[in-house]
């Protein structure tokens, strides 16, 4: 019986290491990518890339100069002042209602299953760019039909998916890990050797975490975080999660030490 008790206290001991090791870095990966509150409280600010920044003016020109919308004899005087205007854009609110826009369209498409393309609509660039210039120039500008462009095609990325199913229950993992350590003290003959042993499934969870945060960037395929425009986004992240999970993973681990200290001392203080 006694046996049989130990086992039992043992099997929760291991799921409660599990739950342990799952715990924070489940729970940092829905509160700043799964939400879409969190995942925009990192990206948005991101809106000061220069890189894209370029990107958004350069694309918002060639759509006001492509096509034959724009009559040629017209084009010589409008692009300086178009470029002068595009310069400019990345001050205004405009930019920024477009960066937002962008940002939350990538937050769905990271969870669509399948690889999708990010779109972003330029009419509100195009418009904050032409307004000022059709005060300089004696005519009406057209605007394109179609001012959608493809920023980037975002990858099918089946585990994000799945974890995104799973991360919601990750704040109970920690309360329930410790409910099952208690558990297991509770039922086990032998406490004083589950307590040391609950110390050592402390500090594996503590060093799965710290390792995770150190090795985040292997972890996550290159055909995420090395494409262009999505591939400096990732890195953010990779960054913050890595700030933020290895003390943790640090504290984690120390506790599981004072744990087991704490078990091998009373082990030894009952044998004497």
Do not use: C, K
Request: proline share 7%; aromatic share 6%; net charge negative.
């Amino acid at each position: 019986m006694t046996t049989a008790r130990d086992l039992l206290a043992l099997a929760l001991l291991l799921g409660a290491t599990v739950l342990g090791a799952l715990w924070l870095p489940a729970t940092w990966i829905h509160d700043n990518v799964v939400a879409e509150d969190g995942f925009l409280a990192i990206t948005v600010p991101l809106a000061d890339d220069p890189e894209f920044q370029r990107m958004l003016s350069d694309s918002a020109v060639e759509e006001i100069l492509g096509g034959d919308a724009v009559p040629g004899w017209i084009q010589e005087q409008l692009t300086p002042l178009a470029e002068e205007q595009a310069a400019e854009l990345t001050g205004t609110d405009v930019y920024g209602t477009i960066w937002g826009a962008s940002m939350a369209e990538l937050h769905h498409a990271l969870f669509t299953p399948g690889a999708s393309g990010l779109d972003v609509d330029l009419a509100p660039a195009i418009d904050r760019i032409l307004t000022p210039v059709e005060e300089r120039l004696p005519i009406d500008i057209p605007r394109p039909e179609d001012t959608t462009i493809t920023l980037a095609t975002v990858p099918d990325l089946p585990l994000l998916t799945a974890l995104s199913a799973v991360t919601p229950w990750a704040h109970w993992a920690g309360p329930a890990a410790l409910a099952l350590l208690l558990l297991a003290l509770v039922l086990g003959a032998h406490r004083r050797t589950l307590l040391a042993l609950a110390g050592l499934g402390g500090i594996l969870a503590g060093a799965g975490v710290w390792w995770l945060a150190a090795r985040i960037e292997t972890v996550v395929p290159d055909a995420v975080d090395q494409v262009a425009f999505l591939g400096p986004i990732v890195q953010e992240f990779e960054s913050r999660f890595q700030a933020a999970m290895l003390p943790q993973g640090v504290i984690l681990l120390g506790a599981g030490a004072l744990v087991a200290a704490a078990g091998v001392v009373l082990m030894g203080l009952h044998r004497r």
